[in-house]
């Protein structure tokens, strides 16, 4: 089973995303603010959770406290565990396209996303978009290992 995580300070929204989730067969992880989560964070990097990790955040810019979304975001691409999950910025607030550059920058995001969010079916299929975009540029390169055919080896 998949889990993603979700740093949202409106409870009516975390709750309604973890309920989708759950019936898209993936396992929610929830944060309420930055503080909280970037606590989590740090205990996974100190091996501290045991458990499936997430393959996505989707993070709230705005959140209650001194660490908003963006700098959840720069901690997950600094984590030495998480720092190639997907992320996707969301925000109610309209920002310019600098400030969207901004926030995506710093968080090391994949996309951004105004609430309110897309409808259920569009969400799921956007979300597992960012995530195999995601994939498939941190994938390893793939090294060949089939004997090489090199003919041009010292005679022995």
């Known amino acids: 089973m998949s889990t993603w ?6 409870p009516d929204i975390y709750e309604v995303l973890l309920a989708m989730f759950e019936m898209w067969g993936i396992e929610g992880v929830a944060f309420v603010d ?3 989560a970037v606590s989590w ?3 996974v990097d100190r091996g501290r959770f045991k458990g499936e990790l997430p393959e996505l955040a989707l993070l709230d810019i705005r959140l209650p406290g001194e660490i908003k979304g963006q700098m959840v975001g720069e901690r997950l691409r600094k984590s030495p565990i998480l720092g190639q999950i997907a992320i996707v910025m969301s925000t109610a607030f309209k920002l ?5 550059r ?3 920058t710093q968080a090391g995001a994949d996309k951004l996303v105004y609430k309110p969010l897309p409808k259920f079916n569009e969400l799921q299929r956007m979300l597992e978009e960012v995530i195999t975009q995601r994939r498939t540029r941190t994938k390893p390169p793939v090294v060949d290992s089939t004997p090489s055919t090199n003919n041009n080896s010292p005679a022995k």
């Open 96 to 100: 310019s396209a600098d400030e969207e």
């Open 102 to 104: 901004l926030m995506m």
């Open 5 to 10: 995580m979700v740093v949202e300070d409106e």
């Open 41 to 43: 964070i740090e205990d």
């Open 34 to 36: 930055g503080e909280e």
